[in-house]
């Protein structure tokens, strides 16, 4: 069973940069295809990104040119680059991995349901 442990959340101010950080505990194949989320209150979960095992990435495009996904194979760990943080990405922020294989990682963004194993999330607020 695969145990995903994220950190790196924190309140920072407009223009500010974070790195999110997910480890993965467990079976390494889980973290072939991995994906962060983000759920604000009173709205639903989204894709933030996804990567594959061969390292393509797919990215919501309200983080587009802001936000970097990459893996380290080596550690079995998952990051999240956030620059130019805006209010708006004031949310709860997900790791998941084990996403269903057979699927577009561009499908993938939009399906938290293809995603099998799910970290308990860590809080980013952007505050103005």
């Known amino acids: 069973q695969v145990r995903l442990v994220e950190s790196g959340g924190d309140s920072v101010q407009v223009g500010g940069s974070l790195r999110l950080s997910c480890e993965v505990f467990?079976?390494?194949?889980?973290?072939?295809?991995m994906a962060w989320f983000r759920q604000a209150p009173g709205k639903q979960r989204e894709g933030v990104a996804v990567?594959?095992?061969?390292?393509?990435?797919t990215y919501a495009d309200s983080v587009k040119d802001r936000f970097t996904i990459s893996k380290a194979y080596a550690k079995d760990a998952l990051y999240l680059q956030m620059n130019s943080l805006k209010p708006e990405d004031t949310a709860k922020y997900y790791c998941a991995a084990d996403g269903d294989r057979g699927l577009r990682i561009s499908r993938l963004l939009r399906m938290p349901t293809a995603f099998t194993s799910w970290g308990q999330g860590t809080q980013v607020t952007v505050s103005s």
């Open positions: 467990g079976d390494s194949h889980s973290s072939w295809y």
């Open positions: 990567i594959d095992d061969d390292g393509m990435t």
